[in-house]
């Protein structure tokens, strides 16, 4: 059975305790601000673009009173979730110094029967995570390292939360559904059977039936026939 997608979803505005928690939306929004920001100062533009990516989506489901909520918290608590991990690992090893890696040249190059030689030399530099001798870019780079997983964490949950709400004020599921939603059982007319009812008439005589229709649930009364009019025949005994 094929089900359009409008059938799983709440339509209009959500649950009102998914609208009592608009302002951490707002603080949502504002956090990933400060972090585009920072990306972009400290030249981190992947960063910067996967940020802008997730701030144009909230603002799109915060717009018209929250109204296209139901349609992106899933897909929202998705991508917040993913990135939640995948920042909050690198940040584990870093708290504790960040490591900057560099490739020097350690000779000039020589020539050494015909071919040219080369040397160089990887040198690794760790310094504490805000170092403000290394100037305000790489200070930056690690305050949006330090919020970025915060803001995740945050956007993971409150989608999360406005997914199951939504869930739970569903006016039905498909396991609820005996048939399809739109086999609407019609009405059917009351079934009728004649009646057949005798008249006598005044010389004894007993008359052809007069078929009367009456419904099958209304009840048996003298209302329910049709009284003979025409002509009365007495019937020949021989």
Not at 9 to 22: A, C, F, K, R
Not at 153 to 174: C, D, I, K, V, W
Request: proline share 8%; hydrophobic share 45%; charged share 15%.
């Amino acid at each position: 059975m094929l089900v359009s997608p409008d059938l799983m979803m709440q339509l209009g505005p959500p649950p009102q305790e998914v609208i009592d928690q608009q302002w951490l939306w707002k603080l949502l929004m504002f956090g990933f601000t400060v972090v585009l920001l920072l990306q972009l100062f400290a030249m981190d533009v992947a960063g910067a673009m996967l940020t802008a990516l997730l701030l144009a989506f909230g603002w799109v489901m915060l717009k018209d009173g929250m109204c296209e909520m139901p349609k992106y918290a899933l897909i929202y608590a998705v991508l917040c979730g993913l990135n939640f991990f995948f920042q909050i690992l690198p940040l584990f090893s870093e708290l504790n110094g960040r490591v900057t890696r560099r490739i020097e040249v350690a000779s000039p190059p020589t020539f050494v029967n015909g071919t040219q030689m080369t040397t160089y030399t990887l040198a690794t530099q760790t310094t504490s995570f805000f170092d403000f001798s290394q100037g305000l870019a790489y200070n930056a780079e690690s305050f949006s390292l330090l919020l970025g997983p915060l803001c995740m964490g945050l956007g993971t949950y409150l989608a999360a939360f406005a997914h199951n709400e939504m869930q739970r004020y569903l006016p039905m599921s498909m396991e609820s559904w005996d048939d399809p939603p739109l086999a609407v059982p019609m009405p059917t007319a009351p079934e009728t059977r004649p009646q057949p009812s005798l008249r006598v008439t005044r010389e004894g005589a007993r008359e052809s039936p007069v078929f009367s229709y009456r419904p099958r649930s209304s009840p048996v009364g003298r209302d329910t026939y049709m009284n003979f009019s025409g002509q009365s025949h007495k019937l020949d005994g021989g």
